[in-house]
């Protein structure tokens, strides 16, 4: 990213604000708003990857231990990976200020 | 010159569109603008025009297909009335957003209600603020002629933004008059095929239409602004262009009989025709030192034109064709105030509405609307709008 968007006067997008370099979304630090954030008790990881299928923003990355980490700049805390885990193992924790 | 043909203003205005090569045509019939697309269809399925006729459910599907072909890189058209207008109000806001060079007809034609088929132009007063480029034809031979610059103007790269070109219901859509077409090979010499500078393309992915949080949205809207505005030198380039190609000049508003008046009148659209009869009838039967305005460019508005040609006026009378319910004017005649007031020696304005809903507006009526708008200059009449022609 050359230039934050909060940075850039109208002259400086795109014709219509159109997103030129794909998957620059990954980019911007969306996950800051979140109220719930998943944590995994990994000793009841089975390592099957559902919770990385199931993220809706692809906000779930593989360890190289084969378990899975959480990318809190992007989750938004919609819960649905402790929802889809097998062992239970995630689980949704207040966000503290 | 080339032979005039005599044809439906409709129909003629289709034999533009096919002229122009369109890619994708997607609309919905509705009074009076119905002829327009059922003539394509017909080009379509008889095979003159290589083009996707898409007959869709509603208005707000036609422009929505619109939005889709024109991002794909198809040159789109379109053309609706009235309330079909008012069903396409959530995309006519998005095409100019996404800067998609849109061509539309618009059968001018009364809101409901009561309900209406006939003319006035209440139905473009109620998209004015979504960005579009208005441009206003008076005859047949205008709208066959500014059909074809409109995609020129809209795919412009310096433009980019969708037009709706306006035509007055029946008075022009149902009327037969003579045209004069250009050929196949005079088009092409002057419309190249459409170059989109950005499309929906796997070779080239863009996101179109993102979410504008509010640290770029109103970036956004101040950009979209300031390429309204500066298409209109884009305009009279092509509209110069035009002329100097094939002998009929167009410019962002025209002057009919001005020289030595003190009292202009200032129309859109076909009652323009009649008021020039009654500018005659009053310049060489009466002595009387009348002229007219025609406003061909309603948006983006020519203010700097118009303070020109103003100059040395002593009595403006505008006539609108449309309400603006409680507002301060009526909405040319608010524009023009707005647009004069910062300026020295202006007219005064006499601002007043007729023809609503299809009724005639008589070289009567404009004779009586200059002696009423003289006698409100001499008494310095503070007013807002008033209504002439109606029952009171």
């Known amino acids: 990213m050359a230039k934050n968007f909060s940075e850039m006067t109208w002259k ?58 959480f990318d809190y700049e992007h989750c938004k805390g919609c819960g649905i990976c402790a929802t889809e885990c097998w062992t239970g193992c995630i689980s949704m924790v207040e966000e503290e200020k | 010159m080339a032979k005039k043909i005599g044809i439906e203003v409709s129909l003629a205005i289709s034999e533009a569109v096919k002229l122009a090569d369109v890619d994708a045509i997607a609309a919905y ?3 009076p603008q119905t002829h327009i697309v059922e003539h394509l269809s017909e080009l379509v399925a008889d095979g003159e025009l290589n083009a996707e006729f898409i007959p869709v459910e509603s208005e707000h599907s036609a422009m929505s297909v619109c939005a889709g072909t024109s991002a794909a890189g198809a040159r789109t058209y ?24 849109v061509v539309m007809t618009l059968a001018n034609r009364s809101m409901s209600g009561p309900i209406s088929i006939w003319n006035d132009h209440s139905d473009l007063m109620s998209v004015r603020d979504t960005g ?8 047949g031979q205008e ?23 306006n035509i007055d219901g029946f008075t022009l859509s149902h ?28 070779d080239k992915p863009v996101s179109m239409g993102m979410v504008g949080i509010p640290e770029i949205y109103f970036e956004a809207k101040k950009a979209q602004d300031v390429a309204l505005v500066e298409s209109k030198a884009v305009i009279k380039e092509i509209f110069q262009e035009f002329g100097e190609k094939f002998g009929r000049t167009y410019n962002v508003i025209e002057s009919y009989r001005t020289e030595d008046a003190e009292t202009l009148l200032l129309t859109m ?39 020109e ?26 524009e023009i105030r707005s647009a004069l007031y910062s300026t020295e020696d202006r007219p005064y304005v006499a601002s007043f509405i007729a023809g609503l809903g299809g009724r005639d507006v008589t070289i009567k009526d404009f004779m009586d609307m200059v002696t009423l708008a003289e006698k409100m200059e001499t008494e310095q009449e503070v007013h807002e709008y008033k209504m002439i022609g109606v029952r009171e």
Not at chain 1, 38 to 61: E, F, H, M, T
């Open chain 2, 29 to 31: 019939p509705i009074t």
């Open chain 1, 12 to 69: 400086e997008f795109d014709l219509a604000f159109m997103v030129t370099n794909p998957g620059c979304s990954a980019e911007y630090r969306t996950g800051d708003w979140r109220s719930q954030r998943p944590v995994a008790d990994k000793s009841k990881c089975i390592k099957c990857g559902v919770c990385y299928l199931s993220c809706p923003d692809d906000a779930i990355r593989l360890a190289a231990d084969g378990t899975y980490d």
């Open chain 2, 309 to 334: 040609l103003v100059k040395g006026i002593k009595t403006l009378a505008v006539i609108d064709r449309a309400v603006s319910f409680g507002g301060t004017g009526a909405p040319v005649g608010g």
């Open chain 2, 143 to 165: 709208a066959f002629d500014l059909t074809l610059q409109s995609f020129k103007i809209a795919e412009d790269h310096r433009v980019m933004l969708p037009i709706n070109v």
């Open chain 2, 175 to 202: 009327v037969i008059e003579p045209h004069e077409f250009l050929s196949q090979e005079e088009v092409d010499s002057f419309l190249p095929p459409y170059d989109p500078p950005l499309q929906l393309n796997p």
């Open chain 2, 78 to 101: 379109t053309a609706t009335s009235s309330q079909g207008l008012a069903l396409m109000n959530e995309i006519l806001f998005i095409i100019p957003a996404l800067r998609l060079p």
């Open chain 2, 269 to 307: 659209g076909s009652i323009s025709e009649t008021a020039m009869e009654a500018i005659d009838m009053m310049k060489d039967e009466q002595g009387k030192k009348v002229g007219l305005l025609r406003l061909r460019l309603w948006r983006p508005f020519p203010t700097d034109e118009l303070r």
């Open chain 2, 132 to 139: 579009w480029i208005s441009i206003f034809a008076e005859n």
